[in-house]
């Protein structure tokens, strides 16, 4: 009986051991990013890849940052202005100050529900759909209205995004959610500021969910593929949220490389040993 025992634990052991060494090790070419395309010569390394910069509309839950100065006395005597050689600008008297935190939450104007903000004296704007030059030419049409000498010579209006908010969850180092305070922000450095991925996310279909004013949509991204930098996902938009799912080999509970995956056959080998020896 057990020398029928015997060789169908050694059977079933080795079967283990032979699954385990195929499926737990982690290949480098599923977590290194930019793999060039052989069939595309345009990913080539020094070639020039030209970016697809989607226009970005302001849409609910956005924060911007609105500067105005002139060089009109009365304009300036009635919204506290200042004359545009020195720094003035209304509501955001002590927000430009980047300490840490989410500067613009406090000092800028949120987009409610209905995409309108509330500026000072001026009243509720309606700026949702809009670009920010858009937006921009709504405030000095707006201000021309109480003031006609105003021109685009004597009056200067600015709108900026008051930082990028996007969030990593799933197979991050360090998920949360971040503010950026900059006009322009990549994928890679959004995954920078998270700690990069794990070894064991999936690089090959991270999920982007962006916000969009009639809802949320979800895209499947392949990061090892350098043709992301062409595609208009590359860069990232307020309110984007990344979610990295990991790779099976974690489920299966292997290790995620060569000095892991031998600890754990060591491990199973010395068990095998013991089992064998009971069997005797």
Not at 11 to 31: D, E, Q, Y
Not at 121 to 143: C, H, P, V, Y
Not at 184 to 206: P, Q, Y
């Amino acid at each position: 009986m057990n020398c029928i025992n015997k060789p169908k634990a050694l059977g079933i052991i080795l079967c283990f051991v032979g699954f385990l060494m195929m499926s737990s090790c982690i290949s480098n070419k599923r977590i290194i990013y930019l793999q060039k395309a052989k069939s595309d010569a345009s990913l080539n390394d020094d070639t020039l890849i030209q970016y697809n910069i989607p226009v970005y509309r302001l849409q609910y839950n956005d924060i911007v940052d609105v500067q105005i100065r002139t060089s009109i006395p009365e304009m300036n005597a009635v919204f506290g202005l200042k004359n545009p050689d020195e720094p003035a600008m209304i509501g955001n008297q002590s927000g430009m100050m980047q300490s840490g935190g989410d500067a613009y939450y406090m000092t800028g104007y949120t987009l409610n529900q209905q995409g309108e903000i509330k500026l000072p004296f001026i009243g509720k704007l309606g700026i949702g759909g809009l670009t920010l030059e858009e937006t921009e030419k709504k405030i000095t049409e707006r201000l021309g209205v109480y003031f006609k000498k105003a021109t685009d010579e004597n009056l200067y209006v600015k709108v900026k995004l008051g930082g990028i908010r996007f969030s990593t969850f799933g197979e991050f180092n360090k998920p949360g959610r971040y503010v950026i305070l900059q006009e322009r922000l990549t994928i890679f450095e959004a995954i920078a500021n998270s700690g990069d991925m794990t070894t064991i996310a999936k690089r090959n279909k991270v999920l982007l969910l962006r916000q969009y004013p009639d809802g949320t949509r979800i895209h499947a991204l392949d990061l090892n593929n350098r043709d992301i930098i062409k595609s208009p996902y590359y860069f990232i938009q307020p309110n984007d949220q990344l979610y990295a799912e990991p790779m099976r080999v974690r489920e299966l509970g292997a290790g995620t490389n060569t000095g892991q995956t031998i600890q754990i056959l060591v491990t199973i080998l010395s068990a095998a040993a013991v089992i064998v020896g009971l069997t005797k």
